[in-house]
């Protein structure tokens, strides 16, 4: 009876994992997008996620042949409909006047409504005059920036893998490349003192270490959260030229150009297009990918949208489809489509012809606070335990801590002063003067001097 049983089971488990491997074994779509991208840069920096993606010929496949032929009746998708119009509930639409029903709850397309993709492209071109449109994929519509970064980790990064990021970077990073991928995340001294700028030498050399072990992946985020910092002309020249000998020298490269802050430029001599258009006809070698959107750009944080661009030398639009649909598949199997009033939010917003002066109004009112956190640095003496990283741009402006812990100096400025601050690693204090009035600024820097002074005299 015992030997029975155990056959019995033994037959039960080889079953299952017999079915396990079947469920394992990779989509014929998958493995035509990766024979597309074989040769490329793109397709051999593919993580094993990345090579198993792909777009089903499913319901939203089938749904989008209805959309044109199906002039009968269209029962392809689930959506509740009467005579041809949605059935919204009237307390949702008497909350957004202006919105057609369709453009308040139909399903978006998985990649992004195409009229918004297209429009944010020509955006594109026109905030970068040296990006060509035939050096860069359509944008593709992804539920935030975060979201864009994440999808990107899906798609090239694998266990193991070394990403290179900035010391100090965004919190975040670590929480999407090493938790989320299992990657090990490299921090590199980006920043000099205040006034010197990127730190080159240790940029080359965490790019040459990378490069002895296999593809190089990096993300550059300009203006950098938390330094605010964007690179003068002259470095990013010498970025560009960093990474296109790295390609020559024989090695993949992927940049990943996290451009959240893009246009927050506050001094002459920055370099004001995005890195993205440097990199992304740069060399075959060099994949680039461009993550942006509207939540710092243009003032709405909330709507969760942002988009991801495709870029490389030698990469045709028969590439770009293929790691479109890539990216596709990540989206169906995760969030399915991104939300669809927040599209038509922005694209009523871009053709609005008051966007331009209203955008230059917070523009000036955020430059005033930069002018006059730079005016107090200059005007006063800075504590021995205090050095501010370089900054010129963006949201924020950081501290490097000296003798104490960046924690504690935020433990006592709110407790002691009813300060916010945000603390990262031990090291650095990050202050958002985008998000301080003016009028308080000199207050808030007294106290930061005054208790960071404090804490220094008391450590000793």
């Given at each position: 009876m015992i030997r029975a049983e ?6 039960v488990?080889?079953?299952f994992?017999?079915e396990?491997?079947?469920l394992?074994?990779?989509n014929v779509?998958a493995?035509e ?6 040769d490329?840069?793109a ?5 094993g ?5 792909y777009f089903?010929k499913?319901?939203i496949a089938?749904s989008g042949?209805?959309?044109?032929l199906?002039?009968?009746a269209?029962?392809t998708i ?5 005579k041809?119009?949605?059935m919204?509930?009237?307390?949702v ?5 202006g919105?057609?029903a369709h453009e308040?709850a ?8 195409e009229?918004?993709?297209m429009a944010w492209k ?16 359509l944008?593709?519509?992804?539920p935030?920036?975060?979201?864009g970064?994440?999808?990107?980790a ?7 893998d070394?990403?290179?990021?900035s010391?100090p970077?965004?919190?975040?990073y ?7 991928r299992d ?5 590199i001294?980006?920043?000099?003192g205040?006034?010197?700028g990127l730190d080159?030498d240790s940029?080359r050399?965490g ?7 296999g ?6 985020n300009?203006?950098?959260?938390p330094?605010?910092?964007?690179p003068s002309k ?7 030229s ?7 020298a024989g090695q993949?490269?992927?940049v ?9 430029f ?6 004001t297009e995005?890195?993205f ?5 740069l060399?075959?070698k ?8 509207p939540?710092?750009?243009?003032y709405v944080?909330?709507l969760?949208?942002?988009f991801?661009t495709?870029?490389?030398?030698g990469l045709?639009?028969?590439h770009?489809d ?7 598949g990540?989206?169906r199997?995760?969030?399915s489509?991104?939300?669809?009033p ?8 871009l ?8 955008k230059?109004r917070?523009?000036s009112l955020?430059?005033?606070?930069y002018?006059?956190v730079k005016?107090?640095?200059?005007e006063?003496?800075l504590?021995?335990t205090l050095?501010p ?8 402006m950081?501290?490097?801590?000296i003798g104490?812990?960046?924690?504690t100096l935020r433990?006592e400025?709110?407790?002691?002063h009813g300060i916010g601050t945000?603390?990262i ?14 009028e308080?600024i ?8 005054d208790t ?6 008391a450590s000793?």
């Open positions: 155990h056959r019995f089971f033994s037959r488990i080889d079953f994992l017999s396990r491997n079947s394992c074994t990779m779509l493995k997008l990766n024979a597309i991208l074989e490329t840069a397709g051999r920096m593919l993580s996620l990345g090579k198993r993606l089903p499913g319901i089938q042949e209805a959309k044109k199906a002039y009968t269209n029962g689930g959506m509740a409909l009467h041809g119009t949605l919204l509930l009237p307390s639409s008497e909350s957004l006047p919105f057609t308040i139909a399903y978006a397309p998985t990649a992004g409504i009229e918004v993709r020509e955006e594109l071109l026109k905030k970068s005059p040296s990006l060509k449109a035939e050096n860069c994929s944008p593709v519509v992804v935030g920036i975060s979201s970064i994440s999808y990107t899906d798609l090239f990064l694998d266990s193991g070394t990403i290179l990021v010391d970077c965004w919190d975040n670590g929480l999407i490349f090493a938790d989320r990657a090990a995340v490299l921090e001294p980006f920043f000099n205040c006034e010197k080159m940029i050399s790019i040459k270490a990378a490069a002895e072990k593809p190089v992946r990096i993300i550059l300009f203006p950098n959260n330094s605010g910092y964007s002259e470095e990013a020249e010498q970025l560009a960093l990474i296109k000998e790295t390609a020559e993949d490269v992927l990943i150009c996290d451009d959240a802050y893009f246009g927050l506050y001094e002459e001599g920055i370099y995005s890195l258009a440097r990199f992304s006809n060399h075959e060099v994949l680039a990918i461009k993550i942006d959107g939540t710092k750009e243009d944080w909330g969760r949208m942002g991801i495709f870029g490389g030398k045709n639009e028969t770009y293929a790691l479109i649909k890539k990216l596709m990540d989206i199997s995760s969030v489509c991104a939300n669809t927040a599209q038509h939010l922005m694209l009523k917003t053709k609005d012809p008051r966007t331009a002066k209203e230059e917070n523009f955020l430059k005033q606070r002018e006059a005016r107090f640095i200059a006063n003496d504590p021995p050095e990283l370089p900054f010129n741009s963006g949201y924020f950081s501290f490097h801590c104490i812990e960046a924690e433990q400025l709110l407790k002691n945000i603390a690693g031990k090291n650095y204090l990050r202050a958002a003067f985008s998000s301080i009035d003016l308080l000199p207050r808030v820097y007294k106290a930061i001097y960071a002074a404090k804490l220094g005299t000793k």
